[in-house]
């Protein structure tokens, strides 16, 4: 008996609970690049700053968008393992743009970049994540 071929489709984006509360929205998604969007309000701390553990949620979560989407094309998925940030600037009203790019697509690690700017341009925040890429279960 021969297994059943792992099914290579793209995986498109589905928000879960936090990045609804957070008004994340998707702008693009391939494996090349994942681009959203989230407004500032909203996701402020206590001194009306965007606040740091906004900036990595969001981060995070489009970093392993863009590894599951590249999971996805050899039938596997991806966890994150790995999450650094460095924050730049600060930002209190707006709307922030968060875009993945790949530095590594292998087939068991990614690595990805991510960019957080304000309207601007400027860079806010940069993260590096790193994902596992698993077999997909059932």
């Excluded at 087939?107 to 890429?133: F, K, M, Q």
């Amino acid at each position: 008996m021969t297994p059943e071929p792992r099914s290579t489709e793209l995986w498109k984006i589905t928000l879960g609970e936090l990045d609804e509360k957070m008004g994340v929205k998707i702008v693009e998604e391939s494996v090349e690049r994942v681009v959203a969007t989230m407004p500032v309000e909203g996701n402020r701390q206590s001194f009306g700053l965007l606040h740091g553990g906004a900036s990595l949620a969001v981060g995070e979560a489009v970093g392993s968008w863009a590894a599951v989407i590249h999971a996805s094309t050899l039938g596997k998925t991806a966890v994150g393992v790995d999450v650094s940030a460095t924050h730049h600037k600060s930002a209190r009203e707006g709307l922030i743009t968060i875009t993945a790019t790949p530095i590594h697509l292998g087939g068991t690690i990614t690595t990805h970049e991510v960019l957080i700017s304000n309207a601007a341009g400027e860079r806010l925040c940069t993260l590096r994540i790193t994902n596992l890429l698993l077999d997909r279960k059932g």
